[in-house]
């Protein structure tokens, strides 16, 4: 049986269910938002003999001694609300998190992308810059500081051509509950640079601005690589960020990547630890390729709407392998 670890209205996880039915696969749905607020975790080890887990759904209790494979597609946990204090919440959210982390770690079975701790490792930004340079991957000029000086060196460096992010999440919200905060990429004007001192209190993560001719959206899937065109460049507001223009404003198409590059991709994911990968790049107007970054559970469905390439069926064909290779040890 395969696990899909998502909430329901999730339609990448909906597709995949629906060719998973067709090809007579059992699965499963786990919403791990719910382990406290209507669903259910229970593990037991006991002195002697093998674990028991079992873990609650809307479907019924899943049984994970049943489980051949695993499709981590969203971990969203949740504190119970039920209680009001805001600090038991977080408690709670913390210790569902832990127990549920723990469970998938011990459960040896392959996971898709990877493990939660494997994804969280290769989330690591500066971690994945390293490692491209090594894979063969052009990346931008790339400065990390608490140092307003520095950054004024940069800046003047590049011309000013020079762009922030943010080194951990894209998003930031109040506890988890409201007010949601969201942080797209964005070109350093002059004016910034006169309140540089403030870097003290939080570090900055700029880079060097890459001329675009197209970004791409490069997803791996195992062995399989299905690389998509974003102009970009077509849009004013989303000539620094994509994401602000919206998936819907800006052309996209299939791109006909060349075989060293896609090579590349593959090698950046496996060397996470990875079999699933979101890796986005640029293509100068030279036709040179420079990596940016790779999100190991990064969105598709989008991507897969809009070209065309079967993306989903590439999972669902990993998940299928894994779980038959398993079943048959």
Not at 59 to 71: E, M, R, S
């Amino acid at each position: 049986m395969i696990l899909i670890i998502s909430y329901p209205a999730d339609p990448a996880a909906r597709m995949g269910e629906r060719l998973l039915q067709a090809r007579g696969v059992p699965f499963a749905r786990f919403d791990a938002s719910r382990v406290v607020d209507g669903g259910g975790l229970t593990l037991r080890l006991a002195a002697k003999g093998g674990p028991s887990r079992r873990v609650a759904s809307d479907a019924g209790v899943i049984d994970l001694a049943d489980v051949g494979a695993v499709w981590h597609r969203r971990h969203l946990v949740r504190g119970a609300r039920e209680v009001d204090d805001l600090r038991l919440r977080k408690l709670s959210e913390l210790e569902t998190e832990a127990a549920l982390l723990q469970t998938w770690s011990d459960l040896g079975v392959p996971f898709l992308p990877a493990p939660l701790a494997v994804i969280r490792a290769g989330q690591e930004k500066l971690r994945q810059l390293t490692l491209a340079t090594r894979l063969g991957f052009e990346i931008p000029e790339t400065l990390v500081t608490t140092d307003g000086d520095a950054l004024l060196e940069f800046h003047r460096a590049h011309g000013g051509r020079v762009i922030t992010k943010q080194l951990a999440s894209d998003s930031i919200s109040d506890s988890g509950l409201a007010n949601e905060y969201c942080r797209y990429t964005e070109t350093m004007p002059m004016r910034d640079l006169a309140a540089r001192d403030s870097a003290r209190v939080c570090p900055v993560y700029a880079q060097a601005r890459v001329p675009k001719a197209i970004e791409l959206r490069v997803t791996v899937v195992g062995e399989r690589v299905f690389s998509a065109e974003i102009h970009s460049q077509s849009t004013r507001h989303g000539r620094d960020d994509w994401r602000k223009a919206g998936p819907v404003a800006v052309p996209y198409g299939v791109h006909d990547m060349p075989a060293e590059i896609a090579s590349r991709c593959r090698a950046m994911t496996r060397a996470l630890g990875l079999c699933y990968g979101a890796i986005d790049m640029i293509v100068r107007p030279d036709g040179g390729y420079v990596f940016l970054e790779i999100n190991p559970a990064g969105e598709y469905h989008w991507i897969e709407q809009r070209t065309g390439m079967p993306i989903t069926e590439a999972v669902v064909d990993h998940l299928v392998a894994a779980d038959a290779a398993r079943s048959c040890a």
